[in-house]
């Protein structure tokens, strides 16, 4: 009798996590390696409030996970860390641009250790070996090299720069002391820096305002909870939430 009981109970058992399968939602969202922090809190706070929905969250270089949606990545929702990337993607047909909008914005700032006698842009040419996100594919690269552009630096850093795969590899680069200084953005200091801090704000006028485009890929379009979490991406609590990790909303 107690066998019987307990291959019932494991028959149920094993039907209920099928049907939990079956019914269960992943939204693959794509976001740039500097949105780590605020889209991991976004996303599991979503996910509290919808139990049918799971994140697969993959973050990196913008220009490096474009090329993997452009490859057939399986991916709902897109969040650049510049305009050009996301443009992109709609050129390919491969976002619905119906419903691209801006997240939030960032600043562009140059960090080291506290020692280090750098206090505006044209101080950096000064230094042994500057980190920057690889221009090609790193949108913080490519603000980095137009404020140098404008500013008339950019010949004298040629020789100079050490280029990341990403913005938080070049921030981790100057936490071991391997460069003396990198450009990153503002929250990358405030969030994960220990040994650094930021020497200076790189002024506005020497770059592209930073901004994180987002939209839905086609696929994700199509796909009721990845819309809502578009739609949840511009709440009130949202912008809170960028807030708090130190972004922009306006």
């Known amino acids: 009798m107690k066998k019987t009981v307990i291959r019932s109970f494991l028959a149920l058992t094993l039907v209920l996590l099928l049907a939990a399968s079956a019914t269960a939602v ?15 809190e976004l996303s599991n706070g979503f996910a509290k409030k919808h139990s049918d929905v799971t994140f697969r969250n993959n973050f990196g270089a913008s220009g490096a996970l474009v090329k993997q949606i452009e490859n057939g990545a399986p991916a709902d929702l897109f969040v650049s860390a510049n305009r050009e990337w996301m443009d992109y993607l709609k050129e390919k047909s491969l976002v619905d641009e119906k419903g691209i909008t801006t997240l939030a914005y960032n600043v562009l700032v140059f960090a080291g250790k506290p020692e280090l006698k750098v206090a505006r842009l044209q101080d950096v040419v000064t ?6 996100g690889s221009p090609k594919s790193v949108p913080c690269g490519e603000y980095a090299m137009e404020a140098f552009r404008n500013a008339g630096i950019e010949k004298q850093l040629e020789n100079k720069l050490v280029m990341a795969r990403d913005v938080r590899e070049s921030l981790l680069y100057a936490e071991r002391g391997e460069v003396d200084g990198a450009f990153v953005y503002k929250t990358d200091v405030e969030e994960i820096a220990k040994s650094v801090k930021t020497l200076f704000i790189v002024p506005q006028e020497f770059y592209s305002r930073v901004s994180y485009p987002m939209g839905l890929t ?33």
């Open 127 to 132: 230094l042994r070996k500057i980190a920057i």
């Open 26 to 40: 992943n939204i693959n969202l794509f976001a740039a390696a500097s949105l780590r922090d605020v889209i991991i």
């Open 218 to 250: 086609v696929a994700g379009s199509k796909k009721p909870e990845a819309v809502a979490f578009f739609k949840f991406l511009q709440s009130g609590e949202t912008k809170a939430v960028l807030a708090k990790h130190g972004f922009l909303v306006k």
